[in-house]
């Protein structure tokens, strides 16, 4: 459930019983190296899932990775962001308020800064190619999906923090091809119509996924993915779902 409206979290934030995408342990200081720390914040906007993010990594004396902050929204995230400065930045791509984007676009003079950088490394339920290439662009130095495991996660922050591109399998393929073309991606007016939300409802629906599914997957309900595809079939004007299937699938968004 989206806690959008909830208070910044701080470090010590109680751990929950799951860990990120049912992760296993990771080790001591995992990739980190002996005696080793990192600053994290986390920006999701689900309560749910940054508790079992925290569960998973936070554990300061066996991970290295310490939990300073947590974030529901975009400006909650440049809030928390200012305010404790991490080196790394766990931060997904769907937040209202503008997106994982715009906690890029407002943080940029952090991310600048020579003497102490914060870093950010995208972990999102999406691996849609224009969500990779959009948060890359807008200065992350890395994208891994949800399913990554504990001790991977661990690792990647640690790597990101010595300032290493990390990337989740096949994502940065999209990263390599967006960079070695000098042509801008085409504007579709279409698209730009939707919200990210619903554009990741548009891609789950299209690949096949159920609504139920859909529900469980991005941790909403099942009349809300009712909600969004109905917004989602006025604003592209198309009558069902296989229009839409097909609608999504000419421009590659499956």
């Known amino acids: ?91 997904d791509v769907h937040l209202p308020g503008g997106g994982g984007v715009e906690v890029l676009r407002r943080c940029a003079p952090l991310m600048a800064d020579a003497e102490q950088p914060v870093r950010f490394l995208a972990l999102s339920v999406s691996d849609a190619a224009e969500d990779v290439i959009g948060v890359i662009r807008g200065g992350a130095r890395g994208y891994v999906t949800k399913t990554i495991t504990g001790t991977d996660l661990v690792d990647s922050v640690f790597r990101v923090q010595d300032g290493d591109a990390v990337f989740s399998p096949r994502l940065a393929g999209f990263v390599l091809d967006a960079f070695a073309s000098t042509d801008a991606p085409p504007v579709d007016e279409d698209l730009d119509r939707l919200t990210q939300r619903e554009r990741e409802v548009l891609r789950l629906i299209a690949r096949g996924y159920a609504y139920k599914e859909i529900a469980k997957q991005l941790f909403i309900s099942v009349k809300t993915v009712e909600s969004h595809v109905s917004a989602v079939l006025r604003k592209l004007q198309l009558s069902n779902r296989h229009e839409l299937t097909r609608w999504a699938t000419a421009r590659r968004l499956v």
């Open 1 to 91: 459930m989206s806690d959008a409206n909830e208070p910044t979290g701080s470090a010590g934030t109680s751990a929950g019983a799951t860990g990120a995408a049912g992760a296993a342990e990771a080790p001591a200081g995992a990739g980190s190296g002996p005696g080793r720390r990192v600053r994290v914040v986390l920006v999701d906007d689900h309560r749910m899932f940054r508790t079992g993010v925290q569960a998973e990594i936070g554990q300061t004396e066996r991970t290295g990775v310490e939990v300073v902050g947590e974030a529901a929204d975009v400006d909650q995230a440049v809030t928390v962001i200012t305010a404790t400065r991490p080196e790394v930045v766990l931060l």
